[in-house]
């Protein structure tokens, strides 16, 4: 249970919590978390690189090192936005212990999003750190590339977090890696450039905040301009988190009314 002490401010009680649980947890995420992404760069961008040679001028380590991070980022911001927030409403009903203290539901969706930001940001640094290795990036704004991650999560996460809130049963999870994160994955520009798409998939890619995600992060690691302007994506970006938070503010007030 969560207890808002003192000057504590409730987020930063609701992060307190979800850090000692990590604490006592982290070795269960070291591999996906930092591991595979590392070994999946090795294995595509180095030994599926050699065959493909370069993409847009540069080789294709340089080229899919941005989408790994991006996509690492985002399949993390929404796999932890699943089955620990219904499990808290569910089956924990670690939520319904908060709201037993001064601790408000715009204060579990907050704590939870910087939690989850900081579980990116740790991964998203360590992943740069192994990549300056192997010469992966071109130029110093790639040290933006964290900061873009941040939002990327927040983007992802606080709507899938609404979605988690209102739902009663897990299968619906099955759905959302099956039709959304599967799908943008493949297709927001990680591994080859959407245009070879065609017009209505590149539709669905430009939907994405995946794709907005890996046009930064590629510009600021190849040291060139986005597909769009700077201001568009990261406004997009920026809706999505927005709209997200609302939403789940939202959700988990009516669930924890019911």
């Given at each position: 249970m969560v207890v808002a002490r003192g000057?504590?401010?409730?987020?930063?009680?609701?992060?307190?919590?979800?850090?000692?649980?990590?604490?006592?947890?982290?070795?269960?995420?070291?591999?996906?978390?930092?591991?595979?992404p590392v070994l999946f760069l090795l294995s595509i961008g180095i030994g599926v690189g050699g065959y493909v040679g370069t993409v847009q001028g540069v080789d294709y380590l340089s080229w899919i090192v941005p989408g790994v991070l991006a996509s690492t980022a985002f399949q993390l911001a929404m796999g932890e936005s699943t089955y620990s927030v219904l499990g808290d409403f569910k089956w924990v009903r670690a939520y319904h212990a908060m709201r037993a203290t001064p601790v408000q539901p715009v204060d579990m969706v907050r704590g939870h999003l910087l939690y989850l930001i900081f579980r990116v940001e740790a991964s998203v640094l360590a992943f740069l750190l192994v990549v300056v290795f192997f010469g992966g990036l071109h130029s110093p704004w790639a040290l933006v590339t964290p900061l873009v991650c941040a939002l990327l999560t927040a983007a992802t996460a606080a709507p899938v977090m609404a979605f988690a809130a209102r739902i009663d049963h897990d299968s619906y999870f099955a759905m959302l890696f099956r039709f959304v994160l599967i799908p943008s994955t493949l297709f927001a520009g990680v591994f080859f450039p959407v245009e070879q798409l065609t017009f209505g998939l590149r539709l669905l890619a430009y939907a994405s905040p995946l794709w907005h995600a890996v046009e930064l992060c590629r510009a600021a690691t190849l040291g060139r301009s986005p597909a769009w302007p700077v201001p568009v994506h990261v406004g997009y970006l920026l809706l999505w988190a927005a709209l997200g938070l609302f939403l789940a503010v939202r959700s988990f007030r009516r669930r924890l009314e019911d």
């Open positions: 000057s504590l401010h409730p987020t930063l009680a609701v992060l307190g919590r979800h850090l000692t649980l990590y604490r006592r947890l982290w070795q269960a995420s070291v591999f996906s978390s930092f591991v595979l």
